[in-house]
């Protein structure tokens, strides 16, 4: 269990990295992780580097016994590359080369750009291969920006075409260019779609499949000259939880491990559902658990700030991200910097330097984790749902919603947060992932859905799996054509629907529905209507207009021993979730260790370390919660009753 923080001591005075370090191990750190933004600092002019400052905070945080991570600091250029070499920098939307200064300024295509980034990579390989207490490396920082449109990055995106399609004439069926008389005659006419509102769908989405697969080549150059110069040493980089640019799955899979940076408070308190979908996409995109590289220790912001944790909510996110797979955790960022746009970005210390309140806290979490690193080693969650995460069906969205307000996390997360509010423990999976091993399967908003993927989930279902789908799902296929037959397609026979029009609902034409059966109670449909016609499927809830009145909103369809579910609407009320995930749990026979109360959240870790429940308060309001009784509560060293007292953002962990 590794527990720590992003130090910069290029920052702050030599005289004051010794005293830090120390401070770092009272607090029961043993990791930090260093240099990612310093390549100026290592390579002050071209092929002149420098590593002395490094090995001397190296030979510190050794002395501390404390592990290091290394960061490739390839997302912020020096100064030099940008005068030597313009054609580094990426270019906009206008013609413009983007302005040097702030950082990721870099064209991901640029030659010139991949060949310095390899090489400032091998020179910190080969220098620090045998550093003892170096343990791993992030590649550059948060992958993802700029979008470069630049004459090499057009020439790319052409070639790309080519090496995907072969020729011309595949390429124009594939994208339907005989609309508008779009069809293309040589590769070098294909334009690069600026404005995705006006794209022809199907270029914009074959455009982001480039870009995505231009930040995947970056990182495998570097990750290749790490494997080969370091082979000890691990290889991670630092996700952005539901970020969605690019494709993670792809991302991921040069990677030992995945880590991601989580700063879940911003707004107003309340129940930290993204960061726990977030954590689940995670752990889901290499089927293990992974880290936290950056994790709030303060208020953020670059202009303004937002607010300060409150006292506990450290602790909180710390142990939500734990519950949810995270084997290590690093805050960011040790010192609160005084310089530079960050400044008002809080670490552990303020700008005084002093080791305060929230530094207290997270002393106490990292005595806490090293009392609990021997029952938590070899566990992870083990969930009985999946939700199928997809990043082209999210792209595509972008480039046509279909209706006003589809935003493809949000569609996930209605789902999710009823899971969450019901106890259960959820997958995030990549389409045409086996499903095998799960009880049920949701599929929000799944708009790419190719045939193959859309038969192994009819087979699930078939199979005694229990599926859910929804609005807009199976209109695409994997070029983004619209599929030639009734949505939801090859879906229908599992589902037991066919959906023959629809309809956006604009504001101020929200329709009434009313639950039918197991979901009781009177709703409200909004944003879209799907016209559903049940071919076996039971009502769940109906339409209450009067031009609806033959159509679902919702249905059930029990197939042997499977269950499809359609939603044909986006409801308001979350009440209509929670009851339609219960239906759902119900036929996937999923019974949740505990039934959380309002604002508490459960999760389980399991494996031989044995199984361990999280139970977690997200408010500022005392909470009683039903539990096994008998069961040792590990930071307390107690046994439960049946109810126990949980205060406002505390924890209990118990071992089952």
């Not at 937002?306 to 991200?321: D, M, S, T, W």
């Not at 082209?392 to 209706?403: D, F, I, K, R, V």
Request: with cysteine; net charge positive; hydrophobic share 40%.
């Amino acid at each position: 269990m590794y527990i720590g923080v992003d130090f910069y001591p290029e920052h702050w005075p030599r005289k004051l990295w010794n005293r830090y370090a120390s401070l770092m191990r009272k607090a029961n750190f043993n990791v930090v992780r260093l240099a990612e933004f310093a390549w100026v600092l290592m390579e002050p002019q071209e092929g002149c580097f420098d590593f002395a400052w490094l090995d001397e905070v190296l030979a510190i945080l050794k002395k501390h016994d404390i592990s290091t991570i290394l960061g490739t600091p390839t997302a912020v250029m020096p100064a030099w590359v940008a005068r030597k070499y313009p054609d580094c920098l990426a270019t906009l939307k206008d013609g413009r080369r983007i302005e040097w200064g702030v950082r990721k300024n870099n064209c991901f295509s640029s030659p010139t750009y991949r060949l310095l980034s390899q090489r400032i990579t091998r020179a910190m390989a080969e220098h620090f291969a045998a550093a003892p207490n170096v343990i791993g490396w992030q590649t550059d920082n948060e992958f993802g920006d700029p979008v470069c449109y630049c004459d090499t990055c057009r020439k790319g995106f052409h070639d790309w075409l080519v090496n995907k399609y072969k020729t011309l004439e595949k390429l124009n069926a594939a994208w339907g260019t005989h609309f508008w008389g779009h069809r293309f005659g040589q590769w070098c006419e294909i334009p690069l779609p600026i404005d995705p509102d006006g794209a022809n769908p199907s270029l914009y989405l074959d455009w982001r499949r480039y870009g995505s697969w231009l930040n995947v080549r970056f990182q495998g150059e570097q990750v290749q000259i790490l494997r080969e110069c370091c082979p000890r040493h691990f290889i991670t980089h630092n996700f952005m939880g539901l970020y969605s640019e690019l494709n993670y799955y792809d991302l991921a899979e040069d990677l030992d491990f995945v880590s991601w940076d989580n700063y879940p408070i911003g707004g107003p308190p309340g129940i930290l559902y993204h960061s726990a979908a977030a954590a689940d996409l995670m752990r889901g995109l290499k089927r293990g658990n992974f880290w936290i590289m950056e994790q709030t220790a303060g208020a953020s912001g670059w202009g303004c700030f937002n607010r300060n944790p409150r006292p506990g909510e450290i602790r909180l996110v710390a142990y939500q991200q734990m519950a949810h797979g995270a084997d290590a955790q690093l805050w960011f960022r040790w010192r609160t910097c005084t310089a530079g746009r960050e400044q008002y970005w809080h670490g552990l210390l303020g700008h005084d330097g002093k080791p305060l309140r929230r530094y207290r806290e997270a002393a106490r979490v990292g005595a806490e984790f090293k009392k609990l690193a021997r029952h938590v080693e070899g566990t992870t969650v083990q969930a009985p749902v999946a939700i199928v995460y997809d990043y082209e069906s999210h792209w595509a969205l972008t480039s046509q919603p279909g209706y006003a307000g589809n935003h493809y996390p949000e569609a996930i997360l209605r789902y999710y947060r009823a899971l969450f509010r019901a106890g259960v423990n959820a997958d995030m999976i990549q389409p045409g992932q086996d499903p095998t091993g799960y009880r049920i399967v949701i599929a929000p908003d799944l708009y790419i859905l190719p045939d193959d993927l859309a038969k192994q989930l009819c087979s699930f279902v078939f199979g005694g799996g229990v599926l859910l789908a929804d609005c807009r799902t199976g209109v695409k296929d994997e070029n983004s054509l619209c599929h030639e037959r009734a949505l939801p397609g090859l879906l229908s026979e599992a589902l037991g629907v066919v959906i023959e029009e629809y309809e956006a609902v604009p504001d101020g034409a929200e329709y009434a529905v009313q639950g039918v059966g197991d979901i009781v109670g009177n709703f409200t449909a909004i944003r879209c209507c799907d016209w559903v016609k049940p071919r076996g499927a039971q009502r769940l809830a109906v339409y209450q207009p009067w031009h609806l009145k033959d159509f679902a909103a919702a249905t059930r369809y029990r197939h042997g021993n499977g269950t499809g579910f359609y939603v044909g609407t986006v409801i308001r009320q979350e009440e209509f979730y929670d009851a339609l995930i219960a239906c759902l749990i119900q036929a996937g026979r999923v019974r949740p260790v505990v039934k959380p109360p309002a604002g508490v959240e459960v999760s389980l870790r399991q494996g031989r370390g044995g199984k361990l429940l999280f139970v977690m308060n997200h408010t500022e309001e005392t909470k009683i919660v039903h539990v096994p009784p008998g069961k040792v509560d590990l930071l307390r060293g107690t046994r439960t009753a049946k109810t126990l007292r949980l205060a406002r953002y505390d924890i209990v962990v118990l071992k089952l």
